[in-house]
């Protein structure tokens, strides 16, 4: 029956796309339709499926997972305070008066947006607010304005704390302690922290790429961008937000605060900001709450039935299966790495990021981990994959909101013109790290480094652990619940 | 007749009860936010109360996103692929919805509902503390399951029998 699960993986994909109903519905309908003929195949234990409760209680207790309504909060905040406004312009007044300016202001409204509010979606409301119009006044065609609106967008992706970085951690941290505990290797397991570190290169390099094919692209523009008159109070404003916003990263970076200390000190300087200059009156808070609950509802709603749906692949055998065809993959580390890369991207077409983080990293990354020592570069080659995916055309997240939301008619011949070159430096940065990990290494203590276990393990002995740390842990016993 | 204006009046108040909780739970954002934030000044300055802090906020965040999933559900913001969908009769997409409702969170969030009750139950029966800290409150966060399941079971029933509902 291990094969099952494949099927109703593939049958998760169709359901999504044929039927329009939310991934969630999708997920725990498919997930019932396994368990049932788990059951009714003698493969599943009715009992085991009682463990369920307990791994979705463990999601309502999870310290990182508060970061969601959080980032939530906070993308809905920049979105009604006049800050990315204010920013844009200022970076637009720095910047020499030249027709790239408007361009590059706008990637690094992107950048410096990402990490605040978490999300590509809210990124891509807030870019398409303050950015998208002046753009367009400047006259920059529309194909270029959704194209960079789009990429900067998914700037955050690579720029830590992001939601979705801080979500593939949680998801590394769990494949990462299956690996390590299966092989018996003495790695420490890798963090939100590792990662971020672990990305801090990589999302620089892109980041400059990003802004120099910005410049070039903007070298064409039909005129000169107007000249900034720039407010006293807009520039203190732009001034204050750098300042917290390099405060939250430093602190994160450095260890002085976790990620979610720094989105609620975030969420919160900003809550107060609003109430503060009158800007959050009682309706609009009351309209801002209304859609930071429904928001983080459905990403925690993804996670429960994902949580469901993979449990039931585990029971299914499925995750074994997995483990052993990603072992058997032929050739080396990279060759590993690359076919399980490719597969994420194909997923793409179908899931966006975050159903991939919750849905197919659990099955696929901790046998690739067994395989493949190195967490930290694994963990920034899905992430460079996820950001790939919200571009993929033409299904991908951010083109596919960005169009929504812009309503602007764009030929698809011309969009992906415009998108091309941020496209292609994506995919040469995606191989750059795929050929050199050490990128993903920077500043990283020797003692963090990988070493074998003392005495080589049997073949026997590591299928005993695999299956160990795959099956599905007991229903807690109460007495030892009592003793909390 | 009056069976089927006995079944509207109760959907009706299912719809209501549940619209009621959602707009209470949204004000739960505000002390979460001001909880975790405290965390860090508690922890680093006053090196004292971070842990209250920290529990109190693991409730808030409990309560809070066991009512988000239905609260999604009536604002239409679950993450879903329409591109081939919206081609549908708006009548096929009704069936679809309560298909979905019907076969797929029903008996999920059912499920959950028993398969929880001993783990709740006792957690309740014994008022279970946070493990780390021992500060009460523990049996909240096994309780937010339940407010979850429950919701998610009203609003699927509202959103089958949603023409007659409202």
Known sequence: MEWLGLALLALVGAGIILTGLPAAVVLVAVATLGAILGIASGTIEPATLGALSTRLINLFENDLLQALPLYVTMGLLLDRLPVADALYRTSNAILPRKPAAPLVSGMLLGALLGPMNGSVGASVLGLSRVVAPR???????????????AVASTLGVLVPPSLVLILLSDAML???????????????VINTQDIFHAALLPGGLFLVLCLGL???????????????????????????ALALLILLLG????????????????????????????????????????????LTGALFALLLAATTFTMVLRLLGTADLVG???SSIPGGDITAVAIVLALIGISAFVLDAFEIIFVIVPIVIPPLLIRVADARWVAVLVLLTLQASFLLPPFGYALMMVRGVLKEPVAF????????????????????VLAFPQLTHTGQSPADSTRLPATPMSDAEFNKRLQEMIQIPELPDLEDQNRK | MRAGRDVTIVLRSIDR????????????????ITLLFLQWPLRDLVRAWSREANDLG???????????????????????????????????????????????????????????????????????????????????IKIALWIMASAVIGQALVDIFRSDAR
């Open chain 1, 214 to 240: 910005s410049w070039i692209a903007g070298r064409n523009a039909a005129h000169l961008p107007a000249r900034e008159k720039l407010r006293a109070g807009e520039a203190l404003l732009a001034a204050v």
């Open chain 1, 324 to 326: 052993r065809i990603v």
């Open chain 2, 17 to 32: 009860v549940i619209g009621w909780l959602v707009a209470s739970a949204k004000w739960l954002a505000l002390p979460l």
């Open chain 1, 174 to 188: 769990s494949a990462h302690t299956i690996a390590v505990t299966t092989t018996g290797r003495s790695d420490r």
């Open chain 2, 58 to 140: 693991q409730i808030a965040f409990a309560l809070f996103v066991a009512l988000s999933v239905t609260a999604a559900t009536r604002a239409h913001t679950h993450l879903a692929a329409d591109l081939v969908s919206q081609r549908y009769s708006a009548r096929t997409r009704t069936w679809l919805a309560r298909a979905g409702a019907a076969l797929g969170l029903l008996p999920w969030a059912g499920f959950v509902l028993i398969a929880s009750r001993p783990s709740v139950i006792a957690s309740l029966r014994i008022h279970e503390a946070f493990q780390d800290s021992g500060n009460p409150g523990y049996f909240l």
């Open chain 1, 135 to 149: 753009l367009a006044a400047e006259g920059i065609p529309a194909a270029n304005r959704q194209a960079l609106v």
């Open chain 1, 251 to 294: 602190g994160v970076t450095f260890g002085y605060f976790y990620a979610v200390e720094a989105a609620a000190m975030g969420a919160f300087t900003m809550l107060l900001t609003g109430l503060g200059t009158g800007r959050l009156r009682l309706e609009a808070l009351n309209k801002l709450l209304g859609d930071a609950i429904a």
């Open chain 1, 413 to 432: 011949r011309a969009m992906l013109r415009a998108l091309a070159p941020f496209l292609a430096a994506q995919w040469l940065l995606l191989l750059v």
